[in-house]
């Protein structure tokens, strides 16, 4: 049997709420391609995200983001974007135009117990902001652009690729 015609699915949520690891999964649930756009990133530019955050600042990795976003261009692919992807409108204008957002909802206190390299991990945060405080900021971006959203807070990444998978093709 051919799979369904899904076109593009694009994943977005805060950083820990699974949108590399789960969007392999689903991408092979649903035989589709699988993007990140952090790896884009960092092949394209030669450079880790911690580096550029280091080098030249959390405005210009969400920048340099913004960018890669823009010129991708696939098809039948579940693209995982990094959490930061949502402040820039023309990216997510690009990525509605491409596929389905759909939204990896996780509590603070969750993202918390699986996020521990804060200093390293790569979050585009100005400096001083608390990571609480970025959580509330960054929930309401990620509310305006989801077309689905998923309880990512417990299940496995079969369970919760199963969930998502359900959901499409109800
Ligand atoms: N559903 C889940 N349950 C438990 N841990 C998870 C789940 N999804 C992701 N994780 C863990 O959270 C961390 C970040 O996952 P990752 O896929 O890199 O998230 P993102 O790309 O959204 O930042 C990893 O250690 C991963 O194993
Ligand atoms: O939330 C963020 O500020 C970021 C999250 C990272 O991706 P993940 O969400 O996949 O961790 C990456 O895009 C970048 O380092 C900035
Ligand atoms: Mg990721």
């Known amino acids: ?5 899904l076109g593009n699915l694009t994943l977005i949520g805060m950083p820990g709420a699974g949108k590399s690891t789960l969007g392999v999964v689903l991408a092979k649930r649903l035989s589709l391609g699988f993007v990140d756009t952090d790896v884009l990133i960092q092949v394209n530019r030669g450079k ?27 098809e039948r692919h579940v693209i995982a974007t ?48 608390s990571f609480a405080d970025l959580y509330q900021e960054r929930l309401l971006l990620y509310r305006r652009y ?18 998502i998978a359900d959901q499409l093709l109800a």
């Open 82 to 129: 990094g959490g930061s992807a949502v402040y820039s409108a023309a990216a997510m204008a690009h990525l509605q135009r491409l596929s389905t957002i759909v939204f990896l909802d996780v509590a603070f206190d969750e993202i918390c117990r699986r996020i521990h390299n804060f200093d390293s991990r790569g979050i585009a945060c100005a400096p001083g902001q």
């Open 1 to 5: 049997m051919m799979p369904a015609d």
């Open 146 to 163: 989801a077309e689905i959203t998923i309880d990512a807070n417990r299940g496995g990444q079969e369970e919760l690729a199963e969930r």
């Open 48 to 74: 880790a995200l911690q580096q550029i955050l280091d080098e030249a600042g959390y405005l210009e990795l969400r920048r340099i983001e913004e960018e890669e976003i823009l010129r991708l261009q696939v």
